[in-house]
């Protein structure tokens, strides 16, 4: 079984097709207001609320401006409480390391939890090339699995799927008849329980995810809803994580902050129904063995640039997702990126830059909601001006990049805006070729690129007389 790994696309051609499918915005307006509606509740029954969001950004960022000193204080305390700490550069590197703890557990099939980051590597399909099968054991994850397709919200993978969806998976992917299953969610639930617990039982291998893990004592935590992380870090013998190496907190003191911020940004919860933290390894209690890995994969060059660095202090709780009218739109899948919305806008480009995922940082109408919502502060409209430079210069310095349309028609406004003499000019050239084009007031269709602009919005004519020219005539 696979989620399938999303395929890198130019944004505006895969929220073009997304805009077509009406049941998933239905999902995902009712989704997503729900949940917006519940967190505005929980946040704002918190006096101190606005602290918190600012003492989770200043600890972010003394962590960023540190990180070495952190990770290594996390290996000494991992080390020192019996686990097993590897670094990996890339994808690649975690995931060799992964099928060769599987292999020499002699585990064919393993139980996962809570983990984007090994849905950004794509360990699921690097362990089946390895004769490994992984199954997701968060019901939404499930959810996509059994369908073959990618995640399409951070918290609530299957986001845009309802719940006949579902049940069509579970009888496909259960192998239930359909007299055993109605589209009752109560219903629902169970089955997956039932096709889960059999599997953590067997399960001599889990691999998890991180929130946190801190450097102090070597303490790594998972938050979440449905107890399976609970199953999953404690049942099968041996225990594999996978975190970004911007996961780390400096102490217990910082997990006060986050684990205030986390659950109300995201499921709009005051507390995490279950809240894992494991230190190594104790004798006769849980896994008889922890391997920490931690992941690089393109996030030290995010680090290595000032403007971009806040981006690596994402919690991924989603609430930026909620509250994006693009994203509310078009779903998850037309980002081309196991990180959609907001946050998949800045993180993806950075972390796996591409010609498609360029396209991303224009994915964005600059309201500023997400920044407003964050929980650590992350100033998300600056970044995406940051990285929307970037790209253009990038295509600016390719081979077609000063012959592109685009660059071309930028290149004319500024030379004509420039210059006032050089604006009325041009304002007065407009006037005269207008007329074929002109119907009324507006024009509703221009040729050639240019039609780009018309497509979806008409343009007001140049009027007769500018305001300029009124007021120079005036007496
Ligand atoms: S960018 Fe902020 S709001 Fe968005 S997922 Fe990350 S922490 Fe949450």
Redesign the pocket.
Same mark, same amino acid.
């Given at each position: 079984m696979s989620g399938g790994a999303p395929r890198p696309r130019k944004f505006a051609e895969a929220a073009r097709e997304a805009l077509k499918d009406s049941q998933l915005r239905r999902n995902l307006a009712k989704a997503t207001n729900t949940i917006r509606a519940k967190r505005s509740v929980v946040t704002s029954e918190l006096p101190d609320w606005q602290a918190l969001r600012e003492a989770g950004r200043a600890v972010k960022a003394e962590v960023m401006a540190n990180l070495a000193t952190y990770l290594e204080r996390l290996e000494t305390a991992v080390t020192a409480r019996g686990g097993t700490v590897h670094w990996a550069r890339d994808g690649a590197e975690a995931n060799a390391i992964v099928c060769g703890i599987a292999a020499s557990a002699g585990a064919r099939e393993v139980v996962k939890v809570k983990s984007i980051t090994t849905d950004e590597i794509g360990l699921n399909e690097a362990l089946a090339a390895a004769g490994v099968t992984a199954i997701e054991t968060d019901l939404a994850e499930l959810i996509v699995q059994l369908a073959g397709e990618p995640s399409s919200h %951070?918290l609530v993978p299957a986001i845009h799927k309802n719940r006949a969806q579902i049940r069509a998976l579970f009888l496909e992917g259960m192998g239930l008849e359909p007299s055993e299953l109605s589209d009752e969610p109560a219903e629902l639930t169970a089955a997956a329980r039932r096709f889960l617990r059999e599997r953590f039982f067997r399960a001599e291998v889990a691999v998890s995810g991180a929130n946190f893990a801190v450097a102090e004592t070597g303490s790594v935590c998972v938050v979440e809803s449905e107890g399976n992380g609970r199953m999953c870090t404690t049942l099968p013998d041996t225990l594999v994580t996978v975190m970004g190496i911007e996961k780390v907190v400096p102490d217990w003191r910082a997990m006060e902050v986050f684990l205030q911020l986390l659950p109300r940004?995201s499921t709009a919860e005051r507390m995490n129904p279950y809240t894992s933290f494991w230190s190594g390894v104790s004798a006769g209690d849980g896994p008889q063995a922890f391997h920490l890995i931690l992941l690089d994969n393109g996030r030290t060059t995010v680090l290595a640039d000032e403007a971009a660095r806040q981006t690596l202090? @994402?919690?991924?709780?989603?609430?930026?997702?909620n509250v994006c009218p693009v994203y509310a739109r078009v779903g998850g899948h037309a980002y081309g990126s196991v990180y959609p919305?907001? %946050?998949g806008a800045i993180l993806t480009p950075q972390l796996r830059p591409s010609a498609e995922a360029d396209t991303l940082p224009f994915a964005s109408s600059l309201c500023g909601a @997400?920044y407003e919502?964050?929980?650590?502060k %992350?100033d %998300?409209p600056r970044v995406l001006l940051h990285l929307r430079g970037r790209a253009v210069e990038r295509r600016r310095r390719s081979p077609s990049g000063w012959r592109s349309g685009e660059d071309a028609a930028m290149r004319a406004a500024a030379y004509v805006l420039a210059e006032p003499r050089r604006y009325r000019r041009a304002q007065r050239l407009a006037r005269g070729g207008q007329g074929l084009l002109a119907r009324g007031d507006t024009i509703a269709w221009l040729p050639g690129m240019l039609g780009g602009w018309t497509r979806t919005r008409d343009l007001p004519v140049v009027p007769a007389q500018t305001f300029r020219e009124w007021w120079e005539a005036r007496p």
């Open positions: %951070i940004s202090h @994402c919690i991924r709780c989603s609430a930026c997702l919305g907001p %946050i @997400c919502v964050c929980p650590v %992350i %998300i």
